[in-house]
């Protein structure tokens, strides 16, 4: 029982700092070696192939899916106060406002993020950071940035992919199923959804998951213990640390969203 | 336009490197000659891999210089780092290929990095240095389909793409079977004077280190013990090198882990 020695406290808090620090320097170096990244964009192309299309499916499935159930419960709702045209602008609203961009950068997290993190832990554990090194070849530069980039761009693409995914189902469970009229249904959403308030708040919001959930995937990767529990433990850590922060941010961004 | 052609093209003066708790290197001073083959050997963990380490920047020395091509490594910023890491290739322990590229892809890479040559020209070159290693017909496996001595011998190839004027070896021959040791080990000879190299290797393997190095050092306690050719090596009075060369199981390194004594632990007193 000594987690409360002051020496402890002190270690515990200087541990917590350097993170952060070497943190905010990969960032740093993230963002400074950019140039080039972007000057050799068919690395960025091949990553965004590699993090966006293998998670089409996962993403395009949940979207569904979501839109379904959405659909029934907000009916559910709705029809008590004889509103249930409304159906389609609520759906949509939550999708695009809040649904999409959370629950696409926490299925990106559990799809894209571990893949990323174990593939340069792998790498580090395998000496391939390393040897890259000694080739004169930064590795930051020539691994982490493109995959950087290639998860913040992928992020709000994935998120529209979703959110479309989600309309579709509300349509499919109001519409076809329920029989809400086809015409107010789509009509609501024409008239209701804004482009920069609800569209435009969407995609800052996947923009700041993708950053936020593609930076933590590589810390973890580029930080992890070169060994296969190392690599195994940095994997959870991705999905932890990433799930919590899109929650954290979502709040912050949202709070902020409404004060503007 | 060398300035200062020098005998040796590394240098180590008074270097000392270690961490917090543990002195690896103490104060060590050493040369490797220009275009010669020099063996570091040694008992595990005394810092022969960190050698390289350091020449290569990847660790800093704590005090003392490391010269390659009589310029300090140790202070560089990462641009001029870069700049002397272009003239040395590396192999590590196992290889180290990149997973995802094919076997001429991974030899390409540092071509396709740091040249802008056209794509027939890195084709030819690619496949000239697979063929000094003897694999020009594997170029187009992945690495997961060749053997470990394979894997290294592909890396030899990737190490001296640019055609470096060191190259650095990190246990070329563990866990090698008797064929692929004596190939990884002709390879280093017939590298090294083909292309004018330096070569440094590390390397626990007695009879092929003594049959191709041109220049032994073995380190013992974060020191040189003794340094030399085969010979001068194998003639040493030094009871650790004595012992190192023979391949003794006890001598100056004991064969028992320190502890206490026998009689301590198995209470002889008590039972008298």
């Known amino acids: 029982m000594s987690w409360y020695k002051p020496a402890d406290v002190g270690l515990a808090v200087r541990r917590q700092l350097a993170d952060m620090g070497l943190g905010a320097r990969l960032l740093l170096r993230l963002l400074l070696t950019s140039g080039p990244t972007f000057r050799r964009f068919s690395l960025v192309r091949d990553q965004i192939h590699f993090l966006g299309n293998y998670s ?10 979501v839109g379904l159930v959405f659909g029934l419960q907000g009916y559910y709702t709705l029809q008590r106060y004889g509103s ?8 949509t609203l939550s999708l695009v406002r809040e649904l999409g961009p959370v629950v696409t950068a926490l299925l990106f997290a559990g799809r894209a993020g571990t893949s990323l993190t174990a593939e340069i ?67 609501q959403i024409q008239g209701g959804v804004d482009v920069w308030q609800d569209v435009g708040n969407g995609i800052i919001k996947s923009v700041v998951f993708g950053v936020a959930v593609t930076f933590i995937a590589l810390l973890q990767g580029y930080e992890a213990q070169a060994t296969p529990e190392g690599v195994a433990a940095a994997t959870t850590r991705t999905v932890v640390l990433a799930s919590l922060t899109v929650l954290g941010l979502d709040f912050i961004l949202t709070a902020l969203m409404f004060v503007i | 336009m060398a300035p200062h052609l020098s005998e040796s093209l590394v240098e180590l003066r008074n270097l000392t490197f270690g961490y917090a708790e543990r002195v690896i ?6 040369s490797v000659p220009r275009g010669k083959v ?54 590590f322990q196992f290889g180290a290929l990149f997973a995802d590229l094919s076997v001429f892809d991974n030899v390409a890479f540092p071509l396709r990095e740091h040249t802008g040559l056209s794509e027939a020209l890195v084709r030819d070159i690619v496949l000239m240095k697979l ?6 017909g594997a170029a187009q496996l992945m690495p997961s389909e060749v053997s470990g001595g394979m894997a290294r011998r592909i890396a030899l190839a990737r190490a001296v793409a640019l055609d470096p004027e060191l190259v650095m070896y990190d246990e070329p021959f563990s866990g090698l079977d008797p064929i692929s040791l004596a190939i990884a080990a002709r390879l280093i000879r017939e590298l090294n004077d083909s292309m004018g190299l330096t070569s440094i290797f590390v390397s626990h393997e007695l009879t092929e280190t003594f049959a191709i190095a ?19 090596v194998k003639r ?27 009689q301590e632990d198995f209470g002889r007193e008590q039972a008298a």
């Open chain 2, 214 to 232: 041109d220049h032994i050092i073995i380190l013992a306690n974060g020191k040189v013990a003794t340094q030399g050719t085969a010979e001068e």
């Open chain 2, 131 to 136: 063929n000094a290693v003897g694999l020009r």
């Open chain 2, 25 to 30: 290197l103490d104060n060590v001073s050493l």
């Open chain 1, 56 to 65: 089409l499916v996962i993403i395009a499935v949940s979207g569904l899916f």
């Open chain 2, 236 to 262: 040493s009075s030094d009871p650790l090198v004595y012992q190192y060369v023979n391949a003794l199981p006890d001598g100056p390194v004991r064969f028992h882990y320190p502890g206490p004594s026998v």
């Open chain 1, 121 to 187: 832990g792998l790498m580090k554990a395998g000496e391939q950071i390393s040897v890259m090194e000694m080739m004169a070849v930064d590795p930051i530069q020539r691994v982490l940035a493109p995959r950087f980039w290639a998860g913040v761009i992928a992020m709000p693409l994935l998120a529209a992919v979703f959110s479309s995914m989600g309309v579709i189902g509300g349509w499919l469970v109001g519409v076809v199923m329920i029989g809400v009229d086809s015409g107010s249904f789509w009509s």
């Open chain 1, 84 to 91: 249930s045209e409304a159906l389609g602008l609520l759906v």
């Open chain 2, 38 to 91: 020099t063996a570091l050997m040694g008992a595990s963990g005394g810092g022969k891999t960190t050698i390289l380490r350091l020449i290569g920047g990847q660790n800093r020395a704590q005090s003392g210089e490391l010269l390659f091509d009589g310029q300090d490594v140790t202070p560089m910023a990462q641009k001029e780092l870069y700049a002397a890491r272009r003239r040395m290739g590396m192999l």
